[in-house]
């Protein structure tokens, strides 16, 4: 079966750096759309809907931010590895919470509708302080 393993979540000051990465497994990385999501601190539902969208990458490299990152984060992808990546620099407190690889059947990412991304990693925890 399809697997999502995320790693690279951490504490950290603001203004600092980190890069997640996510290992999949029975699903291609370079054959569909990819992406990561946030679930907010206060967001205690575990559904869907409470993950919000921060970055995508459709299967020919072509990428969407939401506004917030833009600049900042940077989505890429080791097609050989099977790996995902998000690149996060000059982190904000905003930004913390914890951060979902998420893959969709089709090669391009069209939309930030959860539901319509049927795979999930189990999440890996990103506090940034202020």
């Known amino acids: 079966q399809v697997q999502l393993v995320e790693s690279g979540g951490a504490s950290i000051q603001a203004g600092g750096s980190l890069k997640l990465s996510c290992v999949v497994s029975k699903f291609g990385v370079g054959s569909h759309c990819m992406g990561w999501f946030r679930r907010a601190p206060g967001k205690e539902s575990d559904d869907l809907k409470e993950r919000d969208g921060v970055a995508l990458i459709s299967y020919d490299g072509s990428t969407a931010y939401v506004n917030s990152v833009k600049g900042r984060f940077t989505i890429s992808k080791n097609n050989a590895d099977n790996t995902l990546f998000l690149q996060m620099n000059s982190l904000k407190s905003e930004d913390s919470g914890i951060y979902y690889c998420?893959?969709?059947?089709?090669?391009?990412?069209?939309?930030?509708?959860?539901?319509?991304?049927?795979?999930w990693g189990q999440g890996t925890q990103v506090t940034v302080s202020s």
């Open positions: 998420a893959a969709r059947d089709e090669p391009y990412c069209a939309g930030w509708e959860q539901p319509r991304y049927p795979y």
